[in-house]
């Protein structure tokens, strides 16, 4: 964000994403039936697509603790739109699980920030993003469950990246002309895209094949957990709200996971 607006930010990640894919996406693109292709449209689109745009937006605007207390409500979500949309029953211990993860990981993020916080209308924009992402993995365990993860995954990371390049980047590519301070920002934009869209996809949509929708969305609490251990090899310190809150959040993820 320090060398891009947040629309160019959010294309481009999308773009790096896509192109490091595009093989991948084009030996899978005859594996997906085509029926599926409607949800599979859908779920790039309220999957990667909008939340990316959203994310960008919003953290011009909130803190990054913020987004990450707010990223947490996808569990939430998840949690809502099983129940009311795919009629789907949860034992007790689920419950108790993502109160317990979701007050656990505000709790370690609010310890890490330094700084006041401000709520405000840009945050709205995250919580609509884990709203779309709620939704998102809901549709993949009850629509696109027969879809092999590694297809499902590599053609939607390879039309999010072909949606960007058409409808953002080229109506607006004068917006991208490179200047020596954006180098550093564009190899984060796409390190980001390959390792975060794409990759992380590719893992995230395996994941809710082989578990629940529930469980899956339980990864925006572990969240918190790697930033502290990145904070730990960056010389950051280690305390007891720290250790309690990684207690709670892998109890959490222990309680969602029983049954």
Do not use: D
């Given at each position: 964000m320090v060398g891009f607006g947040f629309v160019e930010a959010a294309s481009i990640r999308l773009m790096a994403a896509g192109a490091a894919f595009l093989p991948l996406g084009m030996w899978h693109f005859n594996k997906i039936p085509r029926e599926k292709w409607p949800y599979l449209f859908l779920i790039t689109l309220i999957g990667m697509f909008i939340p990316a745009f959203l994310f960008c937006l919003a953290q011009q605007h909130v803190q990054?603790?913020?987004?990450?207390?707010?990223n947490a409500l996808t569990s939430v979500f998840t949690f809502v739109f099983s129940i009311f949309?795919?009629?789907?029953?949860?034992?007790?211990?689920?419950?108790l699980g993502l109160l317990l993860g979701l007050a656990s990981a505000v709790m370690l993020i609010?310890?890490?920030s330094d700084a006041a916080?401000?709520?405000n209308i840009y945050a709205g924009l995250i919580v609509l993003a884990t709203i779309f992402y709620g939704l998102n993995i809901?549709?993949?365990k009850h629509h696109l469950h027969d879809v092999p993860a590694i297809s499902l995954s590599a053609v939607s990371v390879s039309m999010g990246g072909l949606m960007a390049f058409l409808f953002v980047f080229l109506p607006r590519h004068e917006h991208y002309a490179m200047t020596e301070d954006k180098w550093w920002p564009l190899a984060a934009l796409v390190t980001l895209g390959i390792l975060n869209t794409g990759l992380a996809t590719v893992l995230y949509?395996?994941?809710?094949k082989i578990t629940s929708a529930l469980f899956a969305s339980s990864t925006t609490f572990v969240?918190?957990?790697?930033?502290?251990?990145?904070g730990l090899l960056d010389g950051e310190l280690f305390n007891w709200v720290h250790a309690l809150s990684i207690v709670g959040i892998l109890t959490a993820v222990v309680l969602i996971r029983k049954a």
């Open positions: 990054s603790s913020v987004a990450g207390i707010l949309l795919f009629k789907k029953t949860y034992k007790i211990s689920h419950v609010l310890e890490r916080f401000t709520l809901n549709l993949i949509y395996k994941l809710i969240m918190p957990i790697v930033a502290v251990m990145w």
